[in-house]
């Protein structure tokens, strides 16, 4: 799976819009593979890597399996049917991340069927949920906050 956005690159950093720093929410998101039988929705989870801390910065499940991107801010207006589970911070839907020097993964999930859970559910639960159903994985990786 191929993960890429208008506003984000491979390696370089993570725009300071997205960042704690600012109020844009959450980066645009586009992801394509080749089709995949038994695909029935779509997650995505946004999390940072530091040598001290891991964190995760955002969690969305049960996006239509035939969505292809999502666009800005997609965390404060997320796709009907969807759900967002409470992250690191405790927070329901996107956190933005402070750390300068971090990587910042954004990963994108095809799953064989739902998450299932309420919005705003346990992290931990949710991100079992989406490992036990995950059947392809793409991945666009930030470094640092610009």
Not at 71 to 81: E, I
Not at 113 to 131: D, F, M, R, T, Y
Request: hydrophobic content about 35%.
């Amino acid at each position: 799976m191929n993960v890429t956005s208008p506003e984000l690159r491979e390696g370089k950093p993570l725009p300071s819009e997205y960042s704690c720093g600012s109020d844009q929410g959450s980066p645009p998101l586009r992801w394509s593979s080749q089709p995949l039988q038994g695909a029935k929705s779509i997650a995505i989870v946004v999390d940072s890597h530091t040598p001290a801390r891991s964190a995760v910065h955002w969690v969305l499940y049960d996006i239509p399996a035939t969505t292809t991107e999502l666009g800005p801010n997609a965390a404060a207006d997320p796709p009907g049917g969807t759900g967002q589970a409470r992250v690191t911070s405790g927070r329901v839907g996107y956190e933005p991340p402070c750390e300068k020097e971090a990587s910042y993964r954004f990963t994108v999930y095809t799953l064989s069927g739902k998450v299932g859970l309420a919005a705003g559910s346990p992290l931990p639960a949710v991100l079992k949920k989406i490992a036990e159903q995950t059947i392809a994985r793409g991945r666009l990786t930030a470094v640092n906050i610009q």
